[in-house]
């Protein structure tokens, strides 16, 4: 064992030593062997071969190839340093890529990404040998096969047709990981075209899928529209049938509130205990106010998912709107029980109870009788004084910047109201008005 990793340690201080020259050369050389093959199809007495426009197309992967060098993804730091003969990043910087940190090294042509386990997590290439190297390599290939009249070179073009595709997916990947998903959109889609390319000839329903939820993600609703329908024309469904649940989210985003049920209710009727298309519908009965259907529903998805805290969030919504106020509460009490963390719960019970007061308020503004006057104000203050614990507790778990400048502005207005009462009150009044001016 130690005899091996020996000859593999002088093996690879020798590769070191000529690795970057070998990386230089060998991006150089795929430029110069794409325009030498470049040259040959250009030729009338050598672009009617088949062998030409392979090779033309073999040298475009090639060079498509040729800018990520030795390095793979999972490989180490150390592979790293120990094949990159001693070339040195421009510069090195912290990321966040997928909403996970990791070390940024950025190259002359490309930039390297490693996960906090010290892994190439992600290749991004910057400059290119060939712009559009995939694109141009595929209708290399599909020339190839167009003169292929006998079909000998149909299963060697089948496979660098099917590589194609893959490359395609594997950047579509990288794109949607950092996070541009109208880019990645895209490529999903040239992944999907070049499969379906004759001779591969293949209806890769997953990059079609996955071109439609990466153009919904971008809030492209009709290009969305348009894969997932394709995806249903090739009977794929999606995890649960998610590609209905998708439609009637975009025909619903579309303003086709009527599309947006029917495709919906046929989804269901194919996937009855999908529940996404379950939360569709809800979401669609919520909107009509038919709230024996969402109640009906919500039983449906509650039985699914027993600790979905968002299910009892829109109970409490529904019941809020029929003016059911202690099952409301109720309901808001169960998202927060069932999930401690999920700030919703206490802000629908928080904003249900400031609402509320409010509402109290107005009718008291409005009463002349004043013994009616005084019963309603303290039921005003009640109310108030009820949304600051709810509030408070939101304001402690969200991590969202947004919600807590939301929940703070209530928080200050409510305490506003008691500051005279309780030094108490008076700090909390300040803690949140202090907050909102930071």
Not at 44 to 67: C, E, H, M, S, V
Not at 136 to 154: F, V
Not at 197 to 202: C, E, F, K, V
Not at 268 to 277: M, W
């Amino acid at each position: 064992m130690k005899k091996i990793l020996a000859i593999i340690a002088i093996a690879a201080s020798m590769f070191a030593v000529n690795a970057q020259a070998q990386n230089a050369k060998s991006v150089a050389a795929a430029k110069a062997a794409v325009d030498k093959a470049q040259a040959a199809v250009e030729n009338a007495k050598q672009n009617t071969k088949t062998a030409t426009w392979l090779k033309y197309g073999q040298t475009l992967l090639d060079a498509y190839n040729a800018p990520a060098g030795n390095v793979w993804v999972g490989m180490s730091a150390q592979e790293l340093q120990v094949l990159s003969g001693g070339e040195k990043p421009v510069s090195e910087s912290q990321a966040v890529v997928g909403g996970q940190p990791m070390l940024k090294q950025e190259y002359a042509n490309k930039n390297i990404y490693f996960n906090q386990a010290g892994q190439v997590a992600l290749i991004e290439v910057t400059k290119p040998v060939v712009e559009n190297a995939l694109g141009k390599a595929l209708d290399a290939y599909k020339k190839a096969a167009e003169l292929d009249a006998k079909g000998q070179k149909t299963k060697d073009i089948q496979t660098a047709i099917g590589n194609i595709a893959s490359k395609y997916m594997d950047d579509a990947y990288n794109a949607y990981t950092m996070g541009d998903m109208a880019k990645a959109s895209s490529l999903f889609e040239e992944a999907a075209k070049a499969s379906a390319t004759a001779p591969l000839s293949q209806i890769d329903t997953n990059a079609l899928y996955n071109a439609g939820f990466t153009a919904w993600s971008a809030q492209n609703w009709n290009r969305a529209q348009g894969f997932f329908q394709e995806c249903l024309k090739n009977n794929y469904f999606g995890e649960g049938g998610e590609v209905y649940a998708k439609l009637g989210d975009i025909a619903d985003k579309l303003g086709d509130k009527a599309g947006a049920m029917n495709i919906l209710n046929e989804g269901r009727a194919k996937f009855p205990g999908s529940q996404t298309i379950i939360i569709g519908l809800i979401n669609q009965y919520m909107t009509e106010g038919n709230h024996d259907q969402v109640f009906s529903l919500l039983r449906e998805a509650q039985k699914n998912e027993p600790n979905n805290a968002s299910l009892y969030y829109v109970e409490g919504n529904t019941l809020a709107d029929m003016g059911k106020v202690d099952e409301a509460l109720a309901a808001y009490d169960k998202a927060s029980q069932v999930n401690p963390a999920y700030e919703y719960g206490y802000i629908g019970k928080g904003k249900f109870l400031y609402d509320r007061a409010v509402d109290i308020q107005d009718k008291a503004n409005a009463e002349s009788d004043d013994a009616k006057y005084m019963a309603l104000m303290a039921e005003f203050e009640k109310s108030l004084k009820g949304c600051i614990e709810p509030f408070e507790k939101a304001f402690e778990v969200t991590k969202d910047e947004s919600l807590k400048k939301a929940v703070a502005e209530y928080l200050k207005n409510a305490c506003f109201r008691f500051r005279s009462e309780s030094a108490d009150f008076q700090a909390k009044y300040e803690k949140y008005n202090n907050y909102m001016n930071s």
